[in-house]
């Protein structure tokens, strides 16, 4: 119970009074009345302490009201019962800052500090009454607001800002009031120390050691604590939010310490918040930035797929027009009989058809969802589709010189696929392989069957044969090659075959020789595709 009662500062400073009272009789008076002053600064540190902390709960608070406000009238719902509870909390940190002046005004005995205190509870009053008339603006504003009268969120800014030019200048009034009275009472304390003084040096030397001894026990930790509250509350104010205040005891100061840690606290917390706040606005920034370059990277392989679509295309349609130009040349040349017209005629009539269908498609892929073409799978014989190829290609191989061998083939796979276009895939292949063929020359088709299951188309010259530097990149969409002149073509038709054959499920490969080594030149140009599989018709008749 001792050891409790000890830890009370007023205790402590009640001990003190007894001894001095008990060494010098002479001073007692003195010394009572002194620590009863003390005691009434103490009282009066502590109180302007508390009404700070309540003013800084009054302007946290009508803050949270401000925001709460803004935040209703910015909604299209404009819930005016949203500002109930901050409304009421402002009110209760009102009422319980009245009730703190009101104990300071039955405290002081002075008429002219009484008069003070009346003073700053009419500035408390001030404040309030402001605080009301903004409430009552921001109602009327949302009830204006649902009868479509007015903009609910600008009137509110406006009252906001009217509230705070006269609120701010008063609140600032009464926190410097209440800091000053905060700083009076510090300096009457050192002033009635400083008038200790002359009576301690007057009274015996007992007296004297004791109130040393006193002094050293009691009043130098007290004042150090008052220190570490001021220079905390420097630290505070210099943004050093993380300060805190040892507290030691439960004593009224240390009942302070704990009150200043809290707002300590309460600081750092909404320091960390907005730090957040402004972590997650970035990471939103860097969000939508990166959705930014994904979507125009997006745009930019539509558009290179656009470009390639329609590249091939008029590789596709380039290469009849090239056959039925050829058929003309040859038919306008000299007097050819009718017969050779004839055939030249037919063969200007399927490369027209095959124009007609490409034309067709490139209308279905404008129209197409996909943008890309759909093939037409069907079984079909795989030594017609090549010896149609064939029959296309001979009038060129024969303007050329070059001889072309197809068929009869030993087997005749069916396979799943696209016969026009595979048709022209041979066809172009074919096409390649006479114009690297030099006079005199020949290239050979022919059609196998693995034991896998999977057939086999094979083109082969005897031209000059493919560089192995060039091998890698033959099937790369543009490249023709280091060595090639203009009018060798647009370096489309392989990688354009490429993508048909994989297209079918199939593969193809190219294996070349320049002639070096004492080996033979040439080109076979290999098409593997898989074999037709029957499709079983459940509940077909027997």
């Known amino acids: 119970m001792w050891r409790r009662a000890y830890q009370s500062l007023r205790f402590r400073l009640a001990v003190l009074v007894a001894t001095v009272v008990i060494v010098t009789g002479a001073a007692a008076f003195a010394v009572a009345w002194t620590l009863g002053v003390a005691s009434g600064h103490v009282s009066e540190l502590s109180s302007a302490q508390r ?8 302007s946290g608070r009508v803050t949270d009201y401000a925001l709460t406000a803004l935040q209703t009238t910015q909604t299209s719902e404009l819930q005016s019962d949203r500002l109930s509870p901050p409304r009421k909390r402002v009110q ?7 009730d703190e002046v009101a104990r300071e005004y039955e405290r002081q005995a002075d008429e002219e500090a009484a008069t003070l205190v009346a003073a700053r509870s009419r500035v408390f009053a001030f404040m309030r009454a402001r605080f009301d008339f903004l409430d009552r603006q921001t109602l009327q504003a949302i009830r204006d607001a649902r009868g479509g009268q007015s903009d609910a969120a600008a009137r509110v800014k406006i009252a906001l ?5 006269g609120f701010t200048p008063a609140l600032g009034q009464a926190i410097e009031e209440e800091r000053a009275a905060a700083r009076a009472a510090t300096d009457a304390m050192a ?5 200790l003084a002359p009576i301690s040096i007057a009274a015996v030397t007992l007296a004297a050691l ?13 004042l150090a604590r008052v220190s570490r509250v001021a220079g905390a509350a420097a630290a505070i ?23 200043f840690n809290r707002m300590a606290l309460q600081l750092s917390r909404r320091e960390e918040r907005l730090m957040k706040a402004q972590l997650r606005l970035q990471e939103v920034v860097n969000a939508r930035t990166a959705e930014l370059r994904e979507a125009n990277a997006r745009l930019s392989d539509i558009d290179r797929a656009r470009r390639r679509f329609f590249t091939d295309v008029s590789h596709e349609l380039r290469t009849p027009l090239t056959v039925i130009l050829g058929e003309v040349d040859i038919s306008l040349r000299g007097q050819p009989d009718a017969g050779s017209l004839r055939g ?37 014989s795989l030594a017609e589709i090549v010896q149609t190829a064939a029959d296309s290609a001979e009038a060129g191989a024969k303007a050329a010189r070059v001889k072309l061998y197809a068929g009869p083939f030993s087997v005749d796979p069916i396979v799943e696929a696209d016969a026009d276009w595979l048709r022209q895939v041979i066809e172009g292949l074919i096409a390649n392989a006479v114009r690297h063929t030099p006079p005199d020359g020949a290239v050979r088709l022919d059609v196998h069957a693995s034991r896998d299951g999977s057939a086999e188309i094979l083109v082969a010259d005897d031209g000059a044969g493919i560089p192995e530097a060039d091998l890698p990149r033959i099937f790369e969409r543009f490249y023709r090659g280091a060595d090639q002149k203009e009018g060798s073509g647009f370096g489309i038709g392989l990688a354009l075959a490429r993508w048909v054959v994989e297209r079918h499920g ?4 190219i294996d070349s020789s320049t002639g070096g080594g004492g080996l033979p030149s040439g080109t076979i140009v290999t098409i593997r595709l898989p074999a037709h599989a029957p499709r079983l018709v459940i509940g077909a008749a027997s």
């Open 92 to 98: 209760e940190a009102f009422e319980r800052l009245n």
């Open 210 to 222: 004791i109130a040393f001894l006193l002094y050293r026990a009691i009043a130098s930790p007290l």
């Open 344 to 380: 030249a005629l037919a063969t200007i009539r399927a490369r027209a058809r095959a124009l007609h269908r490409r034309v067709e498609d490139l209308l279905r892929v404008a129209r197409s969802e996909s943008g890309q073409l759909e093939l037409d799978f069907s079984p079909v």
């Open 51 to 58: 009404r700070l902390e309540l003013l800084s709960a009054v």
């Open 191 to 195: 002033d009635l120390r400083a008038r």
């Open 237 to 259: 104010a210099r943004g050093q939010t993380a300060t805190r205040l040892p507290v030691r005891g439960h004593d009224e100061l240390s009942l302070l310490m704990m009150r």
């Open 161 to 165: 800002d009217e509230f705070a030019s």
């Open 506 to 509: 199939g593969e193809i490969a």
